[in-house]
C-alpha cells in the first residue's frame, strides 16, 4: 500500500509541476485520501524516529520556547514538541491536512495554521526559538528548494536551533525520483541566509533497506559572522 501511494504521490507532483505549481499537489493528496492515512505514504501516524532519536539524546525540553513545524502533515511531531512543553505552532500547505491534525487531537495546545513555506507570515520571522524540518525539503523540486530554505530561515530568532532531518545524497549521485535526497552543497543557502551549521550528522537510518539521511542544527550566525 505505501509504494502505491507514493506512486501516487510522484504522479501528482508531476502533474502539478508541469503546471508550474510545487505545492498544490499536497491538498490534492490529502483530499483524495478521505481520511485515510495509508493513502499518505508519509503518514506513519507517530512521531518521526530520527526526530525524537534527537530528542532524547539532547535530553530537549521545552521550558515554554516557542516552535514552529514546518510543513507538519498529520502532527505527530507537533504533538510530541508540544508532550515536551513546547509552545508549538504547526503549519502545512494543505488545508486538509491541517483539519485532520485538529479532528486527531481536538484537546491539543498546538496552533495548527495553513501557511506556505514560501511566503510565510510577516509576523513570524525572526520569532521562533526552534524551528524543525523533516522530509519538506525533500519533496519539493531542486528548482524551487532554495525558495523554502530561505523563507524558513528568516523565521529563526537570535541564538534559536533549527533542525533539518532529510534524505541524503553526495553531489555526484543522482537524485532519482520523489523524495528527493539532498546534497551537502544545497544547505549553503542557509549560510547565505545567516544561518551558521553547528552540527551535521550523514547516517543511515534502521529503515528495511537502510536510508540514508541527514540531520543538521543551525543558529543565527552573529553580525560578525555572517
Request: net charge negative.
Amino acid at each position: 500500500m505505501k509504494e502505491q501511494a507514493r506512486a501516487k504521490a510522484r504522479q501528482l507532483a508531476q502533474e502539478f509541476a508541469q503546471r508550474g505549481d510545487a505545492t498544490g499537489w499536497f491538498e490534492e493528496l490529502y483530499t483524495q485520501a478521505q481520511g485515510n492515512e495509508q493513502a499518505v505514504h508519509w503518514a506513519d501516524m507517530e512521531v518521526n524516529p530520527n526526530f525524537v532519536e534527537w530528542l532524547d539524546r539532547r535530553n530537549i525540553q521545552g521550558k515554554s520556547k516557542l516552535v514552529l513545524v514546518v510543513g507538519c502533515g498529520l502532527g505527530d511531531d507537533a504533538e510530541e514538541l508540544a508532550r515536551r512543553g513546547f509552545e508549538v505552532v504547526a503549519f502545512d500547505i494543505a488545508p486538509t491536512a491541517i483539519a485532520w491534525c485538529r479532528q486527531r487531537f481536538p484537546q491539543s495546545p498546538v496552533v495548527y495554521v495553513v501557511a506556505d513555506v514560501f511566503d510565510p507570515p510577516t509576523a513570524w520571522r525572526g520569532s521562533f526559538d526552534f524551528i524543525l524540518e523533516a522530509y519538506t525539503l525533500q519533496v519539493l523540486p531542486a528548482d524551487v528548494r532554495s525558495r523554502a530554505m530561505t523563507g524558513i530561515a528568516s523565521l529563526h530568532a537570535i541564538d534559536a536551533t533549527l533542525l533539518v532531518i532529510c534524505r541524503g545524497r553526495s553531489a555526484e549521485e543522482p537524485p532519482g525520483n520523489l523524495p528527493w535526497p539532498l546534497s551537502t552543497e544545497e544547505f549553503d543557502v542557509f549560510k547565505g541566509a545567516g544561518l551558521r551549521q553547528v552540527h551535521f550528522e550523514d547516517y543511515f537510518d534502521q529503515e528495511e533497506p537502510p536510508v540514508r539521511r541527514f540531520r543538521v542544527e543551525y543558529q543565527r550566525a552573529s553580525s560578525s559572522e555572517s
